[in-house]
Each structure stands twice: as C-alpha cells, then as structure tokens.
C-alpha cells in the first residue's frame, strides 16, 4: 500500500502528490485526501495508505503547489509547540491563496486525473481534509456537487466566518453526504461557528453528520504534532470508514 509519488497538472502549474492503491483488484471507487497546513509528509502517506487499504484509490495533492513542491516547511518543527507561530508565518500567506476560485480549479483537475487511473471506478469520488482541508474539501463540494458524493472533514477551522465568501454560506450547493468532526475547544471553529454551520446545512436541506469530539485538540488526527489524540483519530477512522463504505457499497 505504499503511496507513489506523482505530478498532477492543473491550470496553474503541477501539483507534486501521493497515489495510494490497492494492491490488487478493482475498480475501486476514488478518494481525495486533503491535506492540513503542514502538507505532504509522511504522516499523509501513511493515512493515504490506510484508507486505500480498504478499497480505495486515493490521491493526496499538495494543495499549495503554487509555492513550491513538499515540503514547504521545516518539518521537525512539528513536534515543538514553541515554533508554532514561526511554522505559520511562512504558510500563512499559502492559506490565504487558496481562494474558492483557486480550490475549484484545482479540484477539478485532481478529480480528472483521479478518474483517468485504470483501476479507478467511473462515478463520483470522495474527499477527506483535514483542518484546511476539511475547509477546502467543502469548498470543493460547492463547486463540483456533481463530481463528489461525500466530504469528511476532520478538525476543520474557519468554516465559518464574517466574510462574504465564507464556506458554509455555499452549502446549499451540496447534494452528496458531509460529515464533520470538530476538535472540542477549537478557537477555529467554536461552539457558536458550529451551530451556524448545522442551521445553514439544516436550512439547506443538506444530508450530514455533525459531532464534537470531547478533549480532542485542533489537529487530533496528526500523530507528528503535539495536538494528536489517538482516541480522537480511532473515531474519525470509524466515522470516515462508514461514510465511505455507505457511499460507494451502500
């Protein structure tokens, strides 16, 4: 199950990433995985190779190929607390580039070169993203409803915001299934920012999932950071598990 390194071409430039198969078999149906702020890494490649050990054929794009092939950042500073605000200085300005317009585009050219591997079924796929990326797995749902049947989204933050364009104001685009999994006491996404978020699904008649998961940092699932909680990240497993297997296996 060991991921493959490949280049994925979009509209602005090829995006380095991680294509984790079965190792026999198929068609499978096709996963995204989205990646959080500190990108590519082995951490990634691992849950790449998790998920695709169940029947899938995921690929894990560095979602901020713009700047640079992984990895951006210096990754031993994961592990320290300490260098948190030095880690952001430098992909803060890699975030914010990441506009609806950018994640649309590259949303579809991932997805089209998703469908092109032979062992790939034909249909919609899926994503799973993680703190930005779960926001950006949601950003491309609303763009491309028709291309993606579900979205997980794990420990995700500014799903709500004051500005005009923030992601859950774009939900009554949504015809597939959404999953969240909130980290407890996240100041990306608080208690008052979820509930925002379940009336605009519930006003949009969108099917989802929306749960806390108690004591669980932002990040919970990242084992390289001092924010995992192994408890935390055997929950997501089961709740991205069922929704996947539900999905494609009915």
Same mark, same amino acid.
């Given at each position: 199950m060991q991921p493959t390194n490949v280049d994925v071409p979009t509209a602005d430039g090829t995006a380095d990433a991680y294509l984790a198969r079965p $190792?026999?078999?198929g068609p499978f149906p096709g996963v995204l995985l989205f990646m959080d702020a500190f990108g590519l890494r082995p951490r990634l490649a691992e849950m790449a190779a998790t998920i695709a050990a169940r029947g899938y054929v995921v690929l894990a794009p560095n979602l901020f190929h713009r700047s640079g092939r992984s990895p951006l950042v210096d990754l031993?500073?994961?592990t320290d607390d300490s260098r948190r605000g030095e880690l952001f200085e430098r992909l803060g300005p890699m975030m914010a580039a990441l506009t609806p317009d950018a994640v649309a585009r590259d949303t579809a050219a991932y997805l089209d070169f998703l469908a092109a591997q032979p062992?790939?079924?034909?249909?919609?796929?899926?994503? @799973?993203? &993680?703190c930005m990326g779960g926001t950006n797995a949601l950003r491309a749902i609303e763009a491309h409803p028709d291309r993606i049947?579900?979205?997980a989204a794990f420990h995700a933050g500014?799903?709500? @915001?004051?500005?005009?364009?923030?992601p859950h104001l774009g939900v009554g685009a949504v015809t597939g299934e959404l999953y969240f999994?909130?980290?407890d006491q996240d100041a990306s996404m608080t208690a008052e920012q979820i509930e925002t978020l379940e009336k605009a699904l519930d006003a949009a008649g969108v099917t989802y999932r929306s749960e806390v998961?108690?004591?669980?940092r932002h990040g919970y699932t990242q084992a390289?950071?001092?924010? &995992?909680?192994?408890?935390?990240?055997?929950?997501?497993?089961?709740?991205?598990?069922?929704?996947? $297997?539900? @999905?494609?296996?009915g």
């Open positions: $190792d026999s078999g031993s500073a994961l062992d790939v079924a034909p249909g919609p796929a899926a994503i @799973t993203g &993680y049947a579900a979205v500014r799903v709500v @915001t004051d500005a005009p364009d923030s999994g909130h980290a998961y108690p004591g669980a390289d950071t001092p924010m &995992y909680d192994a408890r935390a990240t055997d929950r997501h497993w089961a709740a991205l598990f069922d929704l996947l $297997d539900r @999905t494609f296996r």
